[in-house]
């Protein structure tokens, strides 16, 4: 499959172009130069072929952060079959540009000169100045009126060989128009906010405050389970800004995937990559890091959107935090996230080497005292940045996988909650006998488990943590959230 990079200076229409060719709003676009940071891939049909494009941060320089998004916007076109070079038809041809283009042109690959914002006919005459390029693929195109850009598809169509064709001769491909959605501000934060009792201040987010026993509640919100899916594994990497997230992401991967900076904040829109391991296929997604709701600047708003669809559609979810900074407030709010959304997790201490080693056993007292709700989910000590010990996270990714992905058999949770009921039988209430008459397991991933009864809401929410702690001791949970519905014979 040819790889197509989308690159230029910041704030051309480099990610309107990315989601125009993909046909949904997939990158983040706004007027704030410098949104994409990191290399987007995503595949894509021109025309009648399938090619893989990559959006690419903008070519500027001056700070750290920026000279690093430019470095791997570079390097992603170098490493493309196809270049689209996108300049800003609204202003006048840049020196830096023309430089870079006739360097990608002596990389003997296909190059096109994409001249954006032409938005009517009057502006058509600023084309003529963009032919001092010397190129006869020059295309002036407006990607927000989706105006002639046929012409286009069809040059990327024709660097494209037939054996990447997809589709029968004669069928149309759609290019529609995506609109922008406006959002509201207040309307927005009402909506994914609440806030922190102990601060004036918000955390961003869409769920309830976390109770104690929070594994038990909205158990008709967890995903179904596909079977189909159980050999891939998707994994969301989260945690507040500057903790290591784009680190560990390019640890786990082996290679500078996402860009790393001192500056907080660096992520902005979720980059995903898939890797094989033992069999599985395990999609990591580093995800813009969380701030309270006064911090959240401009664009972040639609970064952290993405972080809450993300999150609803992942299976497990490491959980970054700061080993060598005190634990927040806000650390414990971001994991609610992960509880409420029923995912396989796994803690991670980061920047392990610059912590203080001497005071572990204080530090994993305090994160299991701290995240109480996450009791099931294993704690692994690591550095991002010097690799230690990130060999070790795949295993166990896989190993918690299977926790949270197998099925035990009926008569073996019937056994675990025969002997439980014997140690402890259940409470009356108001005088009538409560009875459960068996156990099953109904869904996997999570592990759902429906106790049949005479009475479902008589089933207090101690004692289902009872039963929990009996199938835990049981079968190995580690790393699962494990959930129970109480219901009567025959229901549904």
């Known amino acids: 499959m040819k790889k197509i990079a989308i690159i230029g200076r910041p704030n051309v229409g480099k990610s309107s172009l990315f989601n125009r060719l993909v046909k949904k709003r997939d990158a983040i676009t706004s007027d704030i130069a410098g949104t994409t940071r990191d290399i987007k891939r995503r ?6 072929k399938q090619v893989e494009l990559l959006d690419t941060g903008g070519l500027d320089k001056g700070c750290e952060l920026f000279d690093k998004i ?3 916007s570079l390097k992603a076109a170098y490493m493309a079959d196809i270049i689209l070079y996108v300049v800003d038809g609204k202003s006048i041809p840049e020196e830096e540009d023309k430089k870079l283009f006739y360097e990608l042109q002596n990389l003997g690959k296909d190059v096109a000169l994409v001249v954006n914002k032409i938005d009517n006919d009057k ?55 995506v609109e922008e959605d406006a959002i509201d501000d207040d309307e927005f934060f009402a909506q994914h906010s609440h806030e922190d009792q102990d601060s004036d201040e918000y955390i961003y987010w869409d769920e309830e405050e976390v109770e104690d026993d929070s594994i038990f509640a909205n158990n008709d919100l967890i995903k ?5 899916d159980v050999n891939h594994i998707k994994i969301a990497i989260i945690g507040r800004t500057n903790v290591g997230k784009s680190s ?5 991967l082996g290679e500078e995937r996402s860009v790393v900076s001192s500056v907080a904040g ?34 972040e708003k639609y970064a952290l959107m993405r972080t809450t669809e993300m999150l609803e559609n992942a299976n497990m979810a490491l959980i970054v935090l700061d080993a060598s900074e005190p634990f927040l407030d806000l ?12 995912l396989a997790s796994i803690i991670v201490l980061n920047k392990w080497d610059i912590s203080k080693r001497d005071e572990h056993d204080k530090i994993i007292r305090e994160v299991r005292d701290r995240f109480k709700f996450l009791a099931y989910a294993p704690i692994i000590t690591l550095s991002a940045k010097s690799h230690q010990r990130v060999d070790k996270l795949h295993d166990m990714i896989l190993e918690i996988n299977e926790n949270y992905s197998q099925r035990i058999p009926t008569s073996k949770i019937n056994e675990v909650i025969e002997k439980a009921l014997r140690r402890h039988t259940l409470p009356s209430v108001s005088g009538q006998v409560i009875r459960i008459y068996y156990a099953t397991q109904y869904e996997t991933r999570p592990p759902k488990v429906a106790i049949i009864m005479n009475k479902p809401s008589g089933l207090h929410f101690t004692y289902r943590r009872y039963l929990t ?9 580690t790393g699962t959230p494990l959930l129970f519905k109480a219901k009567k014979k025959g229901e549904k």
């Open 43 to 48: 595949n894509a049909i021109i025309i009648n």
């Open 70 to 72: 430019k470095e791997m």
């Open 123 to 177: 502006m058509k005459d600023n084309l003529w100045d963009f032919y001092e390029f010397g190129t006869d693929a020059i295309f002036g195109i407006s990607v927000s009126h989706n105006r002639n850009t046929v012409e286009l598809l069809e040059w990327i169509a024709s660097c494209v060989p037939d054996s990447d064709i997809v589709k029968e001769e004669g069928e149309e491909d759609d290019v529609r128009v």
């Open 224 to 228: 179904e389970y596909d079977e189909d």
């Open 248 to 252: 560990l992401l390019n640890a786990l």
């Open 266 to 299: 660096t992520t902005i829109d979720p980059i995903d990559e898939t890797v094989d391991y033992k069999g599985k296929q395990l999609t990591f997604v580093d995800t813009a890091g969380l701030r309270r709701r006064g911090k959240i600047l401009g664009i």
């Open 331 to 342: 650390d414990e709010k971001i994991a609610g996230l992960v509880d409420s959304n029923r």
């Open 469 to 477: 702690n009996k199938l835990r001791e049981a079968f190995n949970f």
